[in-house]
Structure formats: C-alpha cells, structure tokens
C-alpha cells in the first residue's frame, strides 16, 4: 500500500487569503500523483495529475508542484473564494504492472473559506 | 458529458440485511473501483475491477463482494450488512492500462456516492 499524508486536516481562511496544503508519500515506486477536489453533495473532481519531477500545473487560481525526490506535492490557492470551500484529496498511484491505475488517497485537507 | 451513476444516493438498511450498491459508467472505461469515505479516514479502496469478471480486493474488502457482468456496470454486495458498514460509498472509474503512457494516467471519474446507514 502506497502511504500517502495529507496536511493540515482543517484549513479556515477568509476570502482573499492565498493558502497551501502538503501532501506526502513515499518517494520509491512512485508513478502518479493526484489532486482532486470535493464539494459538498457532489462528485471528487480530478485537479491535476503529475508525474514527473518538478512538474508545476495551474488551473487559474489552483496550481500545484511535484517533487518526487523528496516525496511530496504542495497545492495552492491564491486569493480564496468562497467557492473554492471544499475537501481537497490527494492520491498516488505506484509503479508496477498491475497498479491499473489503483490509487491510494491520502484523509483529504478540509478548506473553509470565510467571506 | 461523461458519467458515473449510482443508482441510490440514500439508503437505510437493517442489520443483516442484504445490499447491493450499483454503478454505471458509460465512458468505455476498464478499470472501475469501490471505495468508502469515513470521516479522518479519506477514501479508501474496497474493489476494483480492471476487466469485465475480474476483480481484486483494495485495502478493505472484508464483508464486501463485487460483481462485474458487463463493461459498463460494477455493483458492490453487503451480503449480510452491519452497522460498521454505515459509510458514503463511491465510485469510480478510469481508463489507466497499466501501461507506462504518461498520456494515461488513470484520472478518475467519481459518482456522487450512495450513502448508506445500517441499523
């Protein structure tokens, strides 16, 4: 099983605050990593999917970077809305023929943004 | 659009009995998974099946089965439910190979989950 961590548990942030979040795992038989995102009464949406080392992706104000030396993957938010209150989980995936894509996720960063 | 179906989003069982949970994708996906979400627990992996019939356990398989007859439909089984089987469940699929493709990563495509309390 590919461990993966996820800090804080609980983020609260007023709006127009810019946040971050960490997401860990170990670094050997590493082969993705994923964010998705959680709103409540919907479905987890993919953010990014990263692979290689360094590799930095933005989606507006979300962007997230990739270290897969160290093990680890931060996201951030520049500007918070409102809109972005959400559950934030990240996932990896290891190398290996029979992975299918099978991702372990980490318990997920709560974000609360405060108008 | 692309879809996941579950097809009950609430459900409230007695103990012991039986319960099956279904989901259907209709993106010609291969690989498709079952995982519950407990608070302070994230989500974690029942099932999953890469292949119409075949299956593997996740990380948490006791109590459950699955069964895939068709590409597009996986359903999960609580043959005899109990009160620790109260859980939002979810599920996903995803076209991942297996292969090495940086092109194919395996995003997954989540339902909207079935919440299920066990009495």
Known sequence: ?115 | DVKVTQSSRYLVKRTGEKVFLECVQDMDHENMFWYRQDPGLGLRLIYFSYDVKMKEKGDIPEGYSVSREKKERFSLILESASTNQTSMYLCASSSYSGLAVPANTGELFFGEGSRLTVL
């Open chain 1, 1 to 115: 099983i590919l461990n993966v961590e996820q800090s804080p548990q609980s983020l609260h942030v007023q709006e127009g605050d810019s946040t971050n979040f960490t997401c860990s795992f170990p670094s050997s038989n590493f082969y993705a990593l994923h964010w998705y995102r959680w709103e409540t009464a919907k479905s987890p949406e993919a953010l990014f999917v990263m692979t290689l080392n360094g590799d930095e992706k933005k989606k507006g104000r979300i962007s997230a970077t990739l270290n897969t030396k160290e093990g680890y993957s931060y996201l951030y938010i520049k500007g918070s809305q409102p809109e972005d209150s959400a559950t934030y989980l990240c996932a990896g995936t290891g190398a290996g023929g029979t992975s299918y894509g099978k991702l372990t996720f980490g318990q997920g960063t709560i974000l609360t943004v405060h108008p």
